[in-house]
């Protein structure tokens, strides 16, 4: 079976820290901080914009190419935090997804 | 060719929000608002930890459980965001980790 | 001289911690998360109304106590952070707003 | 009676908001989204130290400095915010720890 493409991106991740020796760094509980660091720019990006402004058709191409890279950065991290703690992100999304189903 | 697996749960999270019409409050805005959101809650998990309690092998089942719930719910989050900008998160992921490794 | 506002409530909060042994959990690190945790909190409050609901006409007497509540508890980490760094908050705003001024 | 520090303060970013025409941004929810991001950017300043390089005499002066200062924005975004809401931070602070001390 070929890797998906969550395994694929975390497997880019985690070879980018340990070329740098960044693993020490990795601790789950920097990299839920550094998540939430990278969260507050994506927000950022969005706090003086009306909700019609914020939307796809509403911006122009260099907001939305840096949101696009803001949204990366939380990914980045996110894979990261998943992978060290050996947890399946698809997986953990689709039991949620049946969580919000039963409960909404 | 094949649905790619984000695909897929931007596909499960999409029809969520429309059976629901919830598709209203999902602006881009907003869905930042509800990831930052989340993100903390992520981060909450961690913080009276030290960084040697928050790694895989020292966490206890029902904290790792926990901790899998709230990464659900930021990559919820993040793909229902994505999904609404038109935006391809394993592109632009690759597209960051090289910017980055040019940078590092 | 009596004691500012600030010096109160930052004293108020140091007894708190000092008298539930809670000191030792108190480094700046998992302050500053503690603060980015409860920020989130603050802003899920806002995620799914519009601008003109998120105002103080708006909202109801419940929603502005559940905010209010929100808003203490960022102060009290912001104002625990600040104490355990030895940072005088009125002075480093006052510092800020000053470099404001001159840059917008 | 001398208004207090907290009025104070307020007052100073009124006013500065006042002069720039910036009140039509400060919605409670976009105050809120800058509050969580300026958060964002101060647990950035703590997210790779140790919790012990994390502390007072751990840090060098230019880091502190630059804590300092996102202390200030968070404070500023936060006054701002109780401000528009007419929420008066010290007894919300006060009813907040008196609730915690019952709870604890």
Known sequence: M???EFEELAGLIR??????DWEKFHTPKN???AL????G??????QWLTPEESTKSALGPEQLEAIALE??????YLSRLADVLGIDIPEVV???MK???NRF
Not at 36 to 39: K, S
Not at 71 to 76: C, F, P, R, Y
């Open 41 to 46: 720019e994506l927000v950022a990006e969005f």
């Open 15 to 20: 070879d980018f820290a340990k070329t740098r």
């Open 31 to 33: 990299l839920a901080m």
């Open 94 to 96: 689709r039991q949620k």
């Open 99 to 101: 969580i919000n189903e």
């Open 2 to 4: 070929s890797k998906s």
């Open 71 to 76: 949204i990366a950065d939380v990914q980045i």
């Open 36 to 39: 939430v660091g990278e969260a």
